[in-house]
C-alpha cells in the first residue's frame, strides 16, 4: 500500500506564491513520476506539472514560467514552488505518484488540498 499525503495549500491574494508538498509512504520500490493535477469547480481537471525520476519536467501551457516542480528522490517528496498566482489557479489540487509497489505498478493518489487566490 502506498500513501499519498499533500500539504501546503491556503488561502493568497493574486500574485502571491505558495509552496505545495507532497510525500509518499509504504513499500514503494520505485517512482516513476510524480505530478500535480488540480480540479476547479465546473472546470475539467488539468494537469499542472510532472516531474520524472531522472529530473525531466513538463508544464501546462497556463503555468510555464510561474510553477516550479522538484522533488528529493531520498524522501519520495515532490514540491510544485507556485510564483506570480493569479485568480485562475484557485482549485483542489492532487498529487499523483506513479509508483513500483508490493501491488504492482499503479497510480496512487492524495486527498487534494485548496488553493485559493483572492484578489
Known amino acids: 500500500q502506498v500513501h499519498v499525503v499533500e500539504s501546503g495549500g491556503g488561502l493568497v491574494q493574486a500574485g502571491g506564491s505558495l509552496r505545495l508538498s507532497c510525500a509518499a509512504s509504504?513499500?514503494?520500490?520505485?517512482?516513476?513520476?510524480m505530478g500535480w493535477v488540480r480540479q476547479a469547480p465546473g472546470k475539467q481537471r488539468e494537469v499542472v506539472a510532472s516531474?520524472?525520476?531522472?529530473?525531466?519536467?513538463n508544464y501546462a501551457d497556463s503555468v510555464k514560467g510561474r510553477f516550479t516542480i522538484s522533488r528529493d528522490n531520498a524522501e519520495n517528496t515532490v514540491y510544485l514552488q507556485m510564483n506570480s498566482l493569479k485568480l485562475e489557479d484557485t482549485a483542489v489540487y492532487y498529487c499523483?505518484?506513479?509508483?513500483?509497489?508490493?501491488?504492482?505498478?499503479?497510480?496512487?493518489w492524495g486527498q487534494g488540498t485548496q488553493v485559493t487566490v483572492s484578489s
Open positions: 516531474i520524472t525520476s531522472g529530473g525531466t519536467t
Open positions: 499523483n505518484v506513479l509508483a513500483t509497489s508490493r501491488g504492482g505498478h499503479n497510480d496512487y
Open positions: 509504504g513499500t514503494i520500490f520505485s517512482i516513476n513520476v
